[in-house]
Every structure is written in C-alpha cells, then in structure tokens.
C-alpha cells in the first residue's frame, strides 16, 4: 500500500458528461501530481500542486481543472468528456520540502470509461 | 527528444533466471533521480528502485537491482531469481531537480513475461 488513496477505482460516463477524481496524497506530502496512462500515449504528466498551489502543468486539456485543498488532498475535474479521453487517471504525492529529488508514490488510480 | 528510452517493448525470461531491464535518459541537470516502477495487470503503479545522480552506489532492494552508469546515462534494472509474479510492465523514470514541477517523465515502458 503506497498511502495514496483515489476514489472512485472505476468511473463509467457517457459523453458530455462531468466527472471529478479525488486523491488523498500520503501523510506529510504536500506535492500531488495527476497522470494520465492512456494505450496510445503511454503516461502522460497532466499537472502539479505543491501546497495548495499550481506549480507545473504539462498535457493537460482545458477542459481539465484540478485543485488542492488546504487538507492537501486534490481533485481532478473533467468536462465536456470524449470517447478519448478514456484512460486510466494516476495521483501522485511527494514530500517535495527540500533541495533533493524525493520519491513518487502512486494511488491506484482510477479507469475512466467514457462510452 | 526522449528523456527516457526503454528499447525493449516486450521481454520473455525463464522463472529462476535473472534479466536485466534496458534504461537510457537524457538531461543536463546535475541534479536527477531514476526510478522503476512495476505495473502488474491490475494497474497500479508500484515503485521498485531509486538511484539519485550523486549515489557513489548502485541502489539495491531485495531482487531488485539498479546498474547506474552515470557516464553512459543509462539506469538499466535486474531483476534476480524471476517470479511469475514479476511479469508486467516496468516503466523508468526521472525527476530532474531543476525542472520546473520536476515531474516524473516516463519512458514506453517493457512488458515482462516470466515462462514457468
């Protein structure tokens, strides 16, 4: 158990439609980072939160938000879903207090169904 | 330009035999971690080795092994005495201190298959 919990595991839309992933990031981390592993796109870095705040996004779409909240856990917003955006989505968290390179620890995730 | 090349999309390795697991990066920070992570068919993403840039060592855990080439730029992972439970998708991956966000970067991936 990495101490990364995401809810829900599986999540089954339809098109249109909105859905919000949630992740609560292991005790004492304050950075949570969203992936998205998709088969054609491998994993993909979405975006960062370091305490609250946005601090590095990378693919991630407009019509994806996401937000930390002063207990740091975050949610992942997804609007307007397509057939594609189907995937499965990963929360990570890191310490991050320091100078050094700290490790990653992954939820585990959750299976976006998009039909 | 790839951070992280994994050349082995799919590997075969006899149970009880050792196999190495091939990882190239790139980046001219001075200041780097490399990971491995295993990804059974379940789907989570389980971490395995850390080597950070300045380790004089190869990083170890349990059957696990990193070879750190640092002049090479390659992180290759061992994995002895293979399990059936090893087979799945390892993934390296690199923090790069200086980068801003220093997210983890992925490379594709190799699928293991352990024969019994």
């Known amino acids: 158990d990495s101490g990364v919990t995401q809810t829900p595991k599986h999540l089954i839309t339809a098109t249109g439609q909105r859905v919000t992933l949630r992740c609560s990031p292991r005790?004492?981390?304050?950075?949570v980072y969203w992936y998205q592993q998709s088969l054609d796109q491998g994993l993909q870095f979405l975006i960062q939160?370091?305490?609250?705040?946005?601090?590095a996004k990378g693919n991630i779409l407009e019509r994806f938000s996401a937000q930390q909240f002063p207990d740091l856990h975050s949610e992942l917003n997804l609007s307007s879903l397509e057939l594609g955006d189907s995937a499965l989505y990963f929360c990570?968290?890191?310490?991050?207090?320091?100078?050094?390179?700290?490790?990653?620890?992954f939820g585990s995730g959750t299976q976006l169904s998009v039909l | 330009a790839q951070k992280i090349t994994q050349t082995q999309p799919g590997m075969f390795v006899q149970e009880k035999e050792a196999v190495t697991l091939d990882c190239t990066y790139d980046?001219?920070?001075?200041?780097?971690?490399l990971f491995w992570y295993k990804q059974p068919s379940s789907g989570e993403m389980i971490f395995l080795i850390y080597q950070g840039s300045y380790d004089q060592q190869n990083a170890t855990e349990g059957r696990y092994s990193l070879n750190f080439q640092k002049a090479r730029k390659s992180a290759n992972l061992v994995i002895s005495a293979s399990q059936l439970g090893d087979s799945a998708m390892y993934f390296c991956a690199m923090r790069e201190l200086n980068n801003a966000g220093n997210m983890l970067t992925f490379g594709g991936g190799t699928r293991l298959m352990v024969k019994p």
């Open positions: 005790s004492g981390d304050l950075s």
């Open positions: 990570a968290s890191s310490v991050d207090h320091g100078r050094v390179v700290e490790k990653l620890f």
């Open positions: 939160y370091y305490n609250g705040e946005e601090r």
């Open positions: 980046t001219s920070d001075p200041s780097y971690g």
